[in-house]
């Protein structure tokens, strides 16, 4: 083993596959990346528990860890139970203040019980949840990229969002957010590198800036 490679995991958004990642392109003589997919969690698993089992799948010492979206959310949370080397929150929040009004809403009414139930059949709202857009001008986009759609994966998932209880920003994450984000607008303040322009799916269509930044973040 080529202790000189700094191993690279890559957590999707939710509902997204691994595949969001296919144009993030690291110098293969100090990086290896991985692609860490969503599990099909147990229907009344802890955050705290997923975490801990996705931890499993990570095979190396002194990682680097990023997750975009809801990924951001998991990663935090796995950093608790593994060392790394970087932790990257791209796409996500730092703490349950940040999550828009729309989800606290849900927090409040526990409405999240009932409304991932039409997400499952309607591709367009797992759209609007996933990445902030319909899917009108973007129908291959989300088939290839938004393919864990398995009801008992959106309960549990849409459930952690709005349920998140972390307080404050990890004091050891680079958080990386998009300045036209509609699913976390409020993500920009504090100590954040901002993208201008960057959408919520900007790991896709930004993907140029992630070749060229994120070296220079892990090794500076």
Not at 38 to 56: F, G, H, S, V
Not at 148 to 157: F, G, Q, S
Request: a positive charge.
């Amino acid at each position: 083993m080529d202790s000189k490679i700094t191993h690279v995991y890559l957590m999707p958004g939710m509902a997204a596959n691994p595949s969001i990642f296919e144009n993030i392109q690291l110098p293969k003589d100090q990086f290896e990346m991985h692609w860490l997919e969503w599990q099909i969690p147990d229907k009344n698993e802890t955050l705290k528990a997923y975490a801990i089992r996705m931890c499993k799948f990570i095979v190396h010492d002194n990682v680097v860890l990023l997750g975009v979206s809801f990924g951001g959310i998991l990663v935090q949370e796995m950093s608790k139970y593994i060392s790394l080397k970087k932790l990257f929150v791209v796409s996500s929040v730092k703490s349950h203040h940040e999550l828009p009004k729309r989800l606290k809403l849900l927090k409040i009414t526990k409405a999240y019980n009932i409304l991932p139930t039409q997400i499952v059949s309607n591709i367009d709202l797992l759209a609007k949840y996933a990445f902030g857009e319909t899917i009108k001008k973007r129908v291959d986009l989300y088939k290839k990229y938004l393919s864990v759609n398995d009801k008992t994966y959106l309960d549990w998932a849409i459930k952690q969002v709005v349920c998140w209880d972390q307080e404050e920003a990890h004091a050891n994450a680079i958080y990386i957010h998009g300045s036209k984000d509609n699913v976390f607008p409020h993500s920009c303040v504090g100590n954040c590198i901002i993208i201008e322009g960057g959408s919520h799916i900007m790991i896709i269509n930004k993907y140029k800036w992630f070749n060229e930044n994120l070296p220079k973040l892990i090794n500076p």
